[in-house]
């Protein structure tokens, strides 16, 4: 299982991004996939996770409402909308996999990691 990830960069407080998740060796549409951060200084923390056959999607309380995970089958690709950013959502983003479930979004539980994309916040 490898897992790409793309789309940070820089956004201003209240701005916007989509972060791509490519997924290859396994359907993400049939898996677990959950997206993590890690801020500078901080532990890696979960933000989101799906498991699209289910139509499960769970969030933490600091991004829910503002974030949005989904699946595109057709690309094998799990995004992550981000909306009405702040500055503490300041992190690397790495997107990971399972074959059991949310489990909570603990780190601990995802097995298959990608390299992690950087999204700023700031004027």
């Known amino acids: 299982v490898q897992l790409v990830e793309s789309g940070g960069g820089l956004a201003q407080p209240g701005g916007s991004l989509r972060l791509s998740c490519a997924v290859s060796g396994i359907r993400a549409d049939y898996s677990v996939i959950g997206w993590f951060r890690r801020g500078s200084g901080k532990e890696r923390e979960g933000v989101a996770c799906i498991e699209d056959r289910y139509g499960i999607t769970l969030y933490a309380d600091s991004v829910k409402g503002r974030f949005a995970i989904s699946v595109d089958s057709a690309s094998n690709t799990v995004y992550l909308d981000l909306n009405d950013l702040k500055p503490e959502d300041t992190a690397v983003y790495y997107c990971?996999?399972?074959?059991?479930?949310?489990?909570?979004?603990?780190?601990?539980?995802?097995?298959?990691w990608g390299w992690g994309t950087q999204v700023t916040v700031s004027l």
């Open positions: 990971a996999q399972n074959s059991g479930d949310c489990y909570g979004i603990r780190p601990s539980f995802f097995t298959a």
